[in-house]
């Protein structure tokens, strides 16, 4: 009677629904509590650097975001619980802007702290690339470390569990700056140094920056931008000189200059069809001489044929060392001297 009197039973589903809903709004509130406590963290932390320049803001920055960092993996690690269910559960069902929550971690820093601060910090790195090529000693972990960070934020927002970098960060905000900078700088540079100096102190000039730029990317910023680099920095230094050069490869064909015309070789062969040129004029070159050292012993070469024999096997000895030496025996400067 009292269990009459009490009403029906509630059914096993209104049993289950009522804890599941209950842990749907704890998993709820507590991720907008993260979230918000994240959010007044980064802003309070933003309002120290928005004035800084330079050194500072690098230093500042990198430095904060290590921490950050840190502190994220460990917060990630103490929510294993809510990652696991209540995020896994709303992802499923295809709500957008849930992230686990490291994940969430680096969407408010990007928020709060890389939107603010981007341009100020990018400059900066900017300027102390800048500094290195101009000599100076500077701290690379500085440019590293904003690196890391701009390759970190740049993950996939709507397929957060897709692997490997998307660089939406990194490529619009700082390759493509960098990419324009270093184009600008090698323009001035490569142009002032053939004001002042001679085209064969400048290969050593180019290679020398060619290199530096390649240990750049290994050393600062990421894999991806080592082919796009090579290939703005070899059409600055090379493809936009390529007539100077091929005058040059002429009198140093004239010279006999084998160490040069190998450094002419090693450089123009990085740029599209740089070596069609050179080989024409070493084609030329040949043919011209063997007509000038047979010119030289005609006489002798009308009483004794053995002399003419021996000057053409002479010359073609002398530019088969050089073809050797200077072009690496490639195959279309071996054709050239056939064809000589």
Same mark, same amino acid.
């Given at each position: 009677?009292?269990a009459?009197?009490?009403?029906?039973l509630?059914?096993r589903?209104?049993?289950?629904?009522?804890?599941n809903?209950?842990a749907?709004?704890?998993?709820l509130?507590?991720?907008?509590?993260?979230?918000?406590?994240?959010?007044?963290?980064?802003a309070?932390?933003e309002?120290?650097?928005v004035d800084?320049?330079?050194e500072?803001?690098?230093?500042?920055y990198?430095?904060k975001?290590?921490?950050?960092?840190f502190?994220?993996?460990?917060?990630?690690g103490?929510?294993q619980?809510?990652?696991?269910?209540?995020v896994?559960?709303?992802?499923?069902?295809?709500?957008k802007?849930?992230f686990e929550?490291y994940?969430l971690a680096?969407?408010?820093?990007?928020?709060?702290?890389?939107?603010?601060l981007?341009k100020q910090?990018?400059?900066?790195?900017?300027?102390?690339i800048?500094r290195?090529?101009?000599?100076?000693?500077i701290?690379?972990? *500085?440019? %590293?470390?904003?690196i @890391?960070?701009?390759v970190?934020?740049g993950?996939?927002?709507d /397929?957060?569990?897709?692997?490997? #970098?998307a660089?939406k960060v990194y490529k619009?905000f700082?390759e493509?700056?960098f990419?324009?900078?270093?184009?600008?700088?090698y323009?001035a540079?490569?142009?002032?140094?053939?004001?002042?100096?001679?085209?064969?102190?400048y290969m050593?000039?180019?290679?020398?920056r060619?290199?530096?730029e390649r240990?750049?990317v290994?050393?600062?910023?990421h894999?991806?931008?080592?082919?796009e680099l090579?290939?703005?920095?070899?059409n600055?230094?090379?493809?936009?000189?390529?007539?100077?050069l091929q005058?040059?490869?002429q009198?140093?064909?004239?010279d006999y200059?084998v160490e040069?015309?190998?450094r002419m070789?090693?450089?123009?062969?990085?740029?599209?069809d740089?070596?069609?040129k050179?080989?024409?004029l *070493?084609? %030329?070159?040949?043919? @011209?001489?063997g007509l000038?050292?047979?010119?030289?012993?005609? /006489?002798?070469?009308l009483?004794? #044929?053995?002399?003419?024999?021996?000057?053409?096997?002479?010359?073609?000895?002398?530019?088969?060392?050089?073809?050797m030496?200077?072009?690496?025996?490639?195959?279309?400067f071996?054709a050239a001297?056939d064809?000589?």
């Open positions: 009677a009292a009459a009197a009490s009403g029906p509630p059914s589903s209104a049993k289950t629904k009522k804890p809903q209950g749907q709004f704890v998993g509130e507590l991720y907008k509590k993260l979230r918000d406590w994240l959010r007044d963290y980064l309070r932390l309002r120290d650097g800084m320049l330079g500072s803001v690098l230093a500042f990198t430095k975001w290590e921490e950050y960092r502190s994220s993996h460990v917060l990630d103490v929510c619980y809510i990652n696991r269910h209540w896994k559960r709303e992802c499923d069902e295809g709500r802007g849930i929550i994940n680096l969407v408010t820093w990007k928020e709060q702290m890389f939107t603010p981007q910090v990018t400059n900066a790195v900017l300027k102390l800048e290195e090529r101009n000599g100076e000693t701290q690379t972990g *500085l440019i %590293s470390g904003v @890391q960070c701009y970190e934020l993950f996939d927002e /397929e957060p569990n897709s692997k490997g #970098p660089l619009p700082f493509e700056e990419l324009a900078d270093t184009e600008r700088y323009t540079e490569s142009t002032r140094f053939l004001q002042e100096n001679p085209v064969t102190e050593k000039q180019a290679e020398l060619l290199e530096e240990k750049r290994a050393l600062c910023l894999e991806s931008s080592q082919d090579a290939r703005k920095c070899e600055v230094l090379i493809q936009k000189h390529m007539e100077l005058t040059e490869f009198n140093l064909l004239s200059k040069d015309l190998s070789f090693g450089l123009c062969s990085r740029v599209p740089g070596l069609a050179l080989k024409e *070493l084609e %030329s070159h040949i043919f @011209q001489q000038a050292a047979i010119a030289r012993c005609e /006489e002798t070469a009483n004794d #044929p053995r002399v003419y024999v021996q000057t053409i096997l002479d010359s073609h000895q002398k530019y088969s060392a050089l073809v030496k200077s072009f690496e025996n490639d195959p279309g071996l001297l064809k000589a």
